[in-house]
């Protein structure tokens, strides 16, 4: 009885890989790389509907629409932003929580800043800038520009 349990169960597992390898092949062949140069460039061709009464087809001749290549700004990285020490920094100053220079190095008058801001805005003070203290410290990253009185 385990015997052929066991039999059923590796054959049911070896049909099963390879149709997943046969998936996989197909799926690579009908894929083709593109290249940057054919994502620039539109092709479009087209044919008119024959006329009922002629019965003449007519063929407009292929557009090729072509834009100069943009130049390409790099992705933002997968995940959560992580901000430099200079931007917490600033930040911190701005929020009036930091009296040292912005140097970018994170020492440990920039920690007790950090652990005196979170405790302030009711976050965990653990001294680190996580996605909860910096999606509340970013607002303070720029600070809105005063509008100065207009001369008469």
């Not at 003070?125 to 909860?132: I, P, R, S, W, Y």
């Amino acid at each position: 009885m385990k015997k052929n349990a066991f039999i059923i169960l590796a054959l049911v597992l070896t049909v099963y890989l390879v149709g997943c390898g046969k998936k996989e092949v197909a799926m690579e062949e009908s894929q083709e790389p593109m290249s940057m140069e054919s994502l620039s460039t539109v092709t479009t061709e087209t044919k008119a509907v024959p006329d009922a009464k002629t019965q003449a087809t007519q063929v407009a001749p292929a557009v090729e629409v072509t834009t100069a290549p943009a130049k390409l700004e790099p992705l933002p990285p997968s995940g959560p932003y992580k901000p430099t020490a200079q931007e917490i920094q600033t930040a911190l100053k701005n929020a009036g929580f930091y009296s040292g220079a912005i140097d970018g190095k994170s020492g440990p008058m920039t920690k007790k800043a950090i652990e005196e801001f979170q405790k302030a805005n009711g976050l965990k003070a653990d001294g680190k800038v996580g996605t909860k203290t910096w999606s509340i410290l970013s607002n303070h990253l720029n600070p809105p520009v005063e509008a100065k009185p207009k001369k008469r």
